[in-house]
């Protein structure tokens, strides 16, 4: 154990189906682990947790939670971190909201979020609740770069048993949209910073007023400094004549962003598609629905349950309605639009659906169509506007002869936008931002307009130097392709190269690296891949996100199974689970259905990983022995087919971690490594092997009736046993 507290490994708890999956298959792991000396943990960083700790002074005693996200970000510093993460809920305020009505319902006395606060209790309540939005869990823990790639048994099993891919036709109108002008990418300004230093970031008026907007920004020497702004004007612009254009090609209108990610900017932009698709009625009735609390920031779904008792706004938007274009849906059955909810569609998750869908998306009459993929900056949706142009000439690519592409992400150290929150703001008035350093000089200034998006990001220097280092090690490793996704003529991107090129000719590399903008960067790694070859995609933070869903749900059907290694700078180690996209609707179904589809495999190669981690970081044999087990058993569980299916009566996610048992013991048992493990794992694979059948009914009698799991963000952790470990036979044998 690294000391008194903390495990040999931390698995975290986390928010709606990779949490009840863990219910299930962490007894498992730690009766396994257990064998070997090896002690496996909890810490909380699921959004109930997340609040709870926020709120102490609310709460009774026996309410109270330690704040773990601030214990793991410690952690994560040192060389004895291990953590198995398992994705958590990036909250959007509707989540927010939902998740502190059940803890109150439940009798924690937390305070109500306040929409707009005027008290200063209000203003520190609403400052508490503000730092658990987003991506808060992401920057605290991710100390280290992102090494994403999948494991070869995955990527076998998926050539083996191919992924059904909608087709692509070169007549597709299906086509990406994005601003060519008053968007972030347009506006953006970069410096890196000779020496350290601190900025404030102030608005200076048309009148001359100063607004100080942050103060005591520091940064240390090297970090590259990013400023820019999106107009609100341009943006208005842009998607009222979007609107009209997917209406004259006949298709669905869709906006995908990443709300819970980039969660100043990103709201504020979905609000003004919400205002630009109702624009007739924000004309007409926009103060009485203001009056009503209406922020179009929340949603559509937000929108319409407030305004539900007012008929003349309901028959205004039910008349605008019927004369826009269909619009892309999250759910048509319950009519729940693409504009509903700001997290419902996530862009990493719902482009590369509709990519792998032959360009299709589902309309309202429940029939797929045509999208027009509105993304309004023009950062990285070249991306995604480059793989539909590709797949229209190329058709779809074929998953059972691909090769695949890993990735190198920076992220260390709340690199790039990702890391822009505490310094993004909507503009109250018109005039000038400006970066000024504490010596008076100015680094980045824009002339502004009211209403518009300004944010700083940036990126230090011992994480970039640390990213390329990485993905050095890797090429050397695979020996293939390797591509820096960086646009010289992007402001940000140049300092990079600044950086990349020295660093890969100092190591006698740089022949095996090229430097190409996203688009064309895109266009080569399909190329590569459709070939059968291999390549390795070198990003900033944001593309690291989208391109690990993009590729994988291509190459594997989905991005749940891919490895996520973090290579802690610090010398410790984060292991990833994978997208937790589809885990709501998963949760409904086993609320409704008793039966859970959420594939663990994610988890299977991150408990690999972690263990094998700790065999060489700690010298632990014993782990190293898990770890192959570990690895077989995750092959057998492939090749047998034993991974969740999507229906009640097929396995689900509960006999999966069965067989991934058995499977796990018997090649314990088997091997010949380590013969005191060998004997302690001989007993519990035979009584696996032999209560298989009375173990499979006892967990098979479960689907088919609904699950009650005594609450959705704060489960009630017996009811949540019960229906996750409902065979006794197995209980036995694992304790």
């Known amino acids: 154990m690294s000391d008194n507290n903390t495990p040999d490994i931390v698995y975290t708890k986390v928010d709606e189906a990779p949490e009840l999956a863990s219910a299930s298959f962490l007894p498992i792991i730690q009766a396994f682990a257990g064998a070997a000396g090896v002690t496996v943990g909890t810490r909380d960083i699921s959004l109930a947790g997340r609040i709870i700790a926020a709120f102490p002074d609310y709460l009774s005693d026996d309410q109270k939670q330690a704040d773990h996200l601030a214990e793991l970000g410690e952690l994560v510093k040192t060389a004895d971190a291990n953590v198995v993460k398992l994705p958590n809920i990036s909250a959007s305020v509707p989540q927010l909201v939902a998740a502190v009505k059940e803890l109150q319902g439940q009798g924690y006395a937390l305070p109500d979020y306040p929409e707009t606060p005027e008290s200063e209790a209000e203003k520190d309540v609403r400052a508490r609740y503000d730092g658990l939005k987003g991506s808060a869990v992401n920057p605290v823990l991710r100390e280290g770069n992102s090494d994403r790639r999948a494991a070869v048994a995955v990527k076998n099993y998926a050539m083996a048993n191919p992924h059904r891919m909608g087709k692509w036709s070169a007549d597709s109108k299906t086509h990406v949209s994005f601003m060519d002008g008053g968007d972030f990418c347009s506006n953006e300004v970069s410096a890196t910073l000779d020496a350290a230093a601190t900025a404030k970031i102030e608005l200076v008026g048309e009148d001359g007023s100063v607004t100080v907007l942050k103060d005591g920004v520091s940064y240390p020497a090297g970090t590259v400094v990013d400023a820019t702004f999106m107009s609100a004007a341009a943006l208005d612009d842009f998607l009222a004549k979007e609107i009209e254009e997917t209406k004259k090609d006949g298709i669905l209108f869709s906006l995908h962003m990443k709300a819970t990610m980039m969660k100043v900017s990103d709201p504020i932009i979905f609000g003004h598609a919400v205002k630009a698709w109702l624009a007739p009625v924000f004309e007409q009735f926009g103060e009485e629905m203001k009056a009503l609390g209406v922020t179009p920031n929340s949603g559509l779904g937000d929108l319409l349950a407030r305004v539900e008792g007012k008929p003349e706004i309901m028959a205004a938007i039910e008349k605008v309605t019927a004369e826009r274009p269909p619009m892309y849906m999250v759910n048509s059955d319950r009519g729940i639009t693409n504009l509903h909810v700001p997290s419902d569609v996530i862009i990493d998750a719902s482009m590369p659906a509709v990519i792998r869908a032959g360009g299709k998306g589902w309309g309202p009459d429940g029939e797929e169509a045509d ?365």
């Open 371 to 735: 999208v027009n993929c509105v993304i309004p900056d023009g950062s990285y949706a070249p991306v995604y506007d480059e793989t539909i142009k590709y797949f229209k000439q190329t058709g779809a690519l074929d998953p059972s002869t691909s090769g695949t592409v890993q990735n190198i992400g920076l992220m260390a150290q709340k690199a790039e936008e990702y890391g822009s929150h505490p310094t993004t703001f909507e503009i109250p008035k018109a005039g000038t931002v400006r970066m000024v350093l504490e010596n008076g000089d100015v680094l980045h200034e824009h002339k502004v307009a009211a209403g518009d998006i300004w944010r700083s990001a940036s990126a230090r220097k011992a994480p970039i130097e640390d990213w390329v280092k990485l993905a050095i090690e890797r090429q050397a490793a695979e020996g293939c392709e390797a591509i820096f996704w960086l646009d010289e003529a992007r402001a940000h991107d140049a300092e990079l190269i600044r950086y990349v090129k020295p660093i890969l000719e100092a190591a006698g590399v740089a022949d095996k690296f090229q430097i190409l903008s996203p688009a064309k960067a895109t266009r080569q790694t399909l190329e590569t891949i459709r070939k059968g070859e291999n390549s390795i995609a070198i990003t900033g933070n944001v593309l690291r996100d989208y391109l690990t869903d993009l590729f994988p749900i291509l190459e594997l059907g989905t991005s749940a199974k891919m490895l996520s290694i973090v290579k802690l700078m610090q010398g410790g180690g984060l292991f990833e689970t994978g997208a937790g996209g589809s885990a709501p609707k998963h949760v409904q179904q086993l609320v409704e259905e008793g039966h859970l589809r959420w594939d663990s495999l994610g988890e299977f190669c991150a408990l690999g990983e972690s263990l094998n981690f700790l065999a060489n970081a700690k010298g632990n044999k014993k782990a190293a022995v898990l770890a192959k087990g570990v690895e077989v058993a995750t092959q057998k569980l492939l090749e047998n087919d034993n991974s969740p299916g999507r229906k009640v009566g097929q396995t689900d996610n509960r006999d999966s971690h069965f067989y991934f048992a058995m499977y796990w013991a018997e090649a314990l048992a088997a091997q010949t490594a380590d013969s005191e493990l060998a004997a302690h794992f001989k007993p519990v694979a035979e009584a696996l092997t032999s209560g298989k059948d009375a173990i499979l009914a006892e967990l098979g009698a479960t689907q088919g009736q609904p699950a009650d799991l005594g609450g959705y963000y704060h489960t009630d952790p017996a009811k949540t046993a019960a229906v996750m470990r409902p065979s006794a036979t197995l209980n036995a044998i694992i304790g």
